[in-house]
C-alpha cells in the first residue's frame, strides 16, 4: 500500500464488499457528505493499474450499479478477450507500420508515402 492516508480511511471507515478473481479488494463508505452518493473505492493487489479491474467492478465502483457483480454468474461471451495492461511507454507498445518508432519499419525500410519525381510519367 502506496498511500497510508488511504489505508487509515479503509480501516476506519471501509466495509468490505467483495473481492475479484485478481485479488483486488473493494471498499465502501457510509458516509455520505451532503447529497453526495457513497464512497466506493478499490485496493489493488499487484500494481496501482485500473485496467486491471473487471468491467463489472468498475461499473459498481462508478455507481452505475447498486449491487455488486457476482463472480459466480460471470459466463463471458465467445468473443471477449482477457483483460491486459496499458502497454503505453514500454517495449510492447502498439506503433502501427507507418510509425517513426515501428522497428519493422526500420527493418524493412517501408515509407509513409510514394515520393514524386516530375520526370517520370506514366
Known amino acids: 500500500m502506496k498511500n497510508i492516508s488511504l489505508l487509515l480511511y479503509t480501516i476506519f471507515r471501509g466495509n468490505f464488499v467483495g473481492k475479484d ?3 483486488n479488494k473493494y471498499y465502501k463508505s457510509n458516509i455520505s457528505h451532503g ?4 464512497k466506493r473505492w478499490v485496493i489493488y493487489k499487484k500494481d496501482n493499474d485500473p485496467t486491471n479491474i473487471d ?3 468498475h461499473s459498481w ?3 452505475l450499479r447498486e449491487n455488486t ?7 463471458g461471451h465467445f468473443w471477449q478477450k ?31 508515402y510514394e515520393s514524386w519525381s516530375p520526370n517520370n510519367k506514366k
Not at 457483480?69 to 459466463?75: F, H, L, R, T, Y
Not at 495492461?85 to 519499419?105: D, V
Open 21 to 23: 478473481q485478481d485479488g
Open 35 to 38: 447529497v453526495k452518493k457513497e
Open 55 to 57: 468491467p463489472g467492478w
Open 61 to 63: 465502483l462508478h455507481h
Open 69 to 75: 457483480p457476482n463472480s459466480k454468474k460471470k459466463k
Open 82 to 112: 482477457k483483460i491486459s495492461p496499458n502497454y503505453t511507454g514500454t517495449n510492447k507498445a502498439y506503433f502501427p507500420t507507418g510509425h517513426i518508432l515501428n522497428k519493422e519499419r526500420k527493418i524493412k525500410k517501408i515509407k509513409r
